[in-house]
């Protein structure tokens, strides 16, 4: 039988990424791979922030290759470049996947109405459909990072080409029916293993996230991942993980020793 921790993800970011972001302040250094071991995780989304890390991803990789899997991103979060006349970080990803077998698939970030609607134009769904075709001949998987306001008005066109996906809740009006929300994106998605994450370190709309909301989420979606609605927990990330005092990571790391081997 599973557990519990065998679907746990962790969303891992380059360390001290977020400089670019927030000069000066009190960064975390903390690596993907650090960050799976302290929280007891044992598969990482690794994605590129603001053109981190650059690649070869061979040291990165290498960093990662106790994890039970890894998943590259093609695209990055919104601050990364797509390099003109290729396909993200598609050939890097298939390349890598020969040399780390832990690696199962590739995760397209940031993806609809970023960059007025620049990556919808550069991979449109006849694209997309080529891309899962080649990650396929590698027994690689093609997951789609999305948000609660990706499914308003649902382009299913896009959405019918990726096999997996992690959902991000990030309206208050929807985090307060989560359960609702992620049953209703569960349909739209006609069933597809469907991920969602907690957000260890963000603000939503001014309200601070404190333990006390972490815990009824991670309440939540252990029912809903022993009930079959959903197929793991994604927390974001190994760089909040690394913010020394962060009530929600010491909430999350004793809930995951409490509950991590419990059946699912």
């Known amino acids: ?30 690596t993907p791979a650090e960050g799976a071991y302290y929280l007891g995780v044992k598969k990482i989304f690794m994605v590129c922030f603001h053109n981190h890390p650059i690649p070869p991803f061979d040291e990165d990789s290498m960093a990662m290759d106790s994890m039970d899997e890894v998943v ?27 040399i780390y077998p832990n690696i199962t698939g590739a995760i397209f970030d940031d993806f609809f109405d970023f960059r ?35 499914f308003d008005n649902p382009r299913m066109d896009y959405l019918n080409e990726f096999d997996n996906f992690i959902l991000g809740i990030w309206r208050h009006e ?35 996230v404190t333990a006390s909301d972490i815990k009824n989420q991670l309440d939540l979606y252990a029912r809903l991942l022993r009930e079959g609605v959903t197929d793991g927990i994604l927390f974001c990330s190994n760089l909040a993980a690394g913010m020394v005092g962060l009530e929600t990571v010491a909430c999350v790391k004793q809930w995951i020793k409490i509950h991590g081997d419990e059946q699912v």
């Open 116 to 150: 007025n609607g620049e990556r919808e134009r550069i991979f449109t769904p006849d694209v997309l459909r080529g891309v899962r075709k080649k990650l396929a001949g590698k027994n690689l998987s093609m997951w789609l990072a999305a948000y609660d306001r990706d």
């Open 72 to 98: 590259w991103s093609i695209t990055g979060d919104a601050g990364c470049d797509i390099e003109e006349g290729t396909l993200g970080h598609l050939e890097e990803i298939l390349r890598i996947a020969d």
């Open 1 to 30: 039988m599973e557990t519990l921790r065998d679907k746990f993800w962790l969303w891992g970011h380059s360390p001290e990424s977020h400089k670019v972001l927030w000069k000066g302040a009190n960064l975390s250094r903390m």
């Open 174 to 208: 929807f985090r307060a029916k989560q359960e609702e929300t992620i049953k209703r994106i569960r349909k739209i998605t006609a069933g597809k293993p469907l991920v969602p994450c907690i957000y260890l370190g963000n603000n939503w709309q001014g309200t601070p």
